[in-house]
C-alpha cells in the first residue's frame, strides 16, 4: 500500500515549513510568500498528489463528476474552429462515457480553479507554457511538441498515416491540412510527406490543386466531399481523444508513468 501524502513530506520536499504550505492552500492573504514559493508549493503537492483530508473527502464523492478543462487559441478562424469543434464533440462523447464533465475555459491564461485537469489543442509552445505558468493541476497537448516530462502530450503520427496513404493511393498524392500552430509539428509534416498543402483558411479550399489528396481532418474531407480523388484516415479526432482520457486518468492518480509522448494514427 502506498504511504499517504503527509503536509509535512510537502514542507520538505518544497524546502518550507509546514505552516507555508498550509499558507499557500489555504490561500493566506495576510501572509507575505513569494510567487516563486508558492510556484514550488503548488508544484510539489501536485508531483506528489497531496490532498489536505476535507478536500480527499469531496473527491472521492466526486469523483465520477470530475471536472475537465478545454483551452482553446482565442483567434480562430471559420475553418480552424470547425476542426477545433470536431475534436471538442468527440472529448466531450468520451467524457461523458466516463462520467466527467467538459468545460470550455476563457482564453486568456489564467489560474483554473473550477477544473481536475486541463486539455489544450492547436497552441503554440509559448501559449502553452504561459497556461503552465499559470496552473499546477495537470495540463496535456494535443497538437503542439511541448517535450517536457511534466506534460502529457499528444499529436498524429504521421509516418504511420504516410503508410496508410501510401498504400490506399499507390501513387502520388498531396497530404492536405490545417497546418498546427506549433512550428515544430510543421515541420514534422513538411519531413513526413513529399507534397503538402497548407490549408489556412476557407480561401484556400478552392485553390488546392486536382489529383490524389489525403486528409486526417475531418472538416476538410466534408469540404472536400464532392472530389473522388480524396482519402480520409477518419477517426482521427475520436482516437485522440480517447488517448486524451487516458491521460488525464493517468495524471489524476499520479501514478509513475514513463511514457508521455503519445502519437495517434
Known amino acids: 500500500m502506498n504511504k499517504k501524502v503527509t503536509i509535512k513530506d510537502v514542507a520538505e520536499a518544497a524546502g518550507v515549513c509546514k505552516a507555508t504550505v498550509s499558507y499557500v492552500l489555504n490561500d ?3 501572509q507575505k510568500i513569494s ?47 470547425a476542426m477545433c469543434l470536431d475534436f ?18 476563457p482564453s486568456v491564461p489564467e489560474r483554473v480553479n473550477t477544473a481536475d485537469a486541463i486539455v489544450t489543442f492547436f ?6 507554457f504561459a497556461l503552465g505558468e499559470s496552473n499546477f493541476i495537470p495540463i496535456l497537448s494535443v497538437d503542439c511538441r511541448i ?11 504521421y509516418a504511420a498515416l504516410r503508410a496508410q496513404a501510401d498504400a490506399h493511393f499507390q501513387a502520388p498524392y498531396r497530404y492536405v491540412c490545417i497546418p498546427p500552430r506549433d ?11 513529399e507534397n503538402v498543402t497548407f490549408v489556412r483558411g476557407v480561401s484556400d479550399l478552392a485553390s488546392i490543386p486536382e489529383g490524389n489528396c489525403f486528409v486526417t481532418q475531418t472538416v476538410l474531407f466534408e469540404a472536400l466531399s464532392g472530389r473522388k480523388d480524396v482519402f480520409c484516415a477518419d477517426g482521427i479526432e475520436r482516437r485522440t481523444a480517447e488517448r486524451a482520457a487516458a491521460c488525464i ?11 508521455h509522448i503519445f502519437k495517434v494514427s
Open 28 to 30: 493566506r492573504k495576510d
Open 35 to 81: 510567487e516563486e514559493t508558492k510556484k514550488k508549493v503548488w508544484q510539489v503537492v501536485n508531483m506528489l498528489g497531496y490532498r489536505p483530508n476535507a478536500f480527499a473527502q469531496n473527491m472521492r464523492t466526486a469523483v465520477a463528476r470530475q471536472m475537465v478543462g478545454v483551452y482553446l487559441p482565442s483567434d480562430l478562424n471559420a475553418l480552424e474552429r
Open 88 to 105: 471538442l464533440e468527440e472529448l466531450i462523447a468520451v467524457a461523458r462515457e466516463e462520467d466527467a464533465n467538459i468545460v470550455l475555459l
Open 123 to 128: 497552441l503554440t509552445r509559448e501559449q502553452f
Open 147 to 157: 517535450d517536457d516530462a511534466l506534460f502529457f502530450e499528444i499529436a498524429p503520427d
Open 183 to 193: 512550428e515544430t509539428l510543421k515541420k514534422e509534416i513538411e519531413g513526413a510527406f
Open 249 to 259: 486518468r493517468l495524471a489524476l492518480s499520479h501514478e509513475p508513468c514513463k511514457q
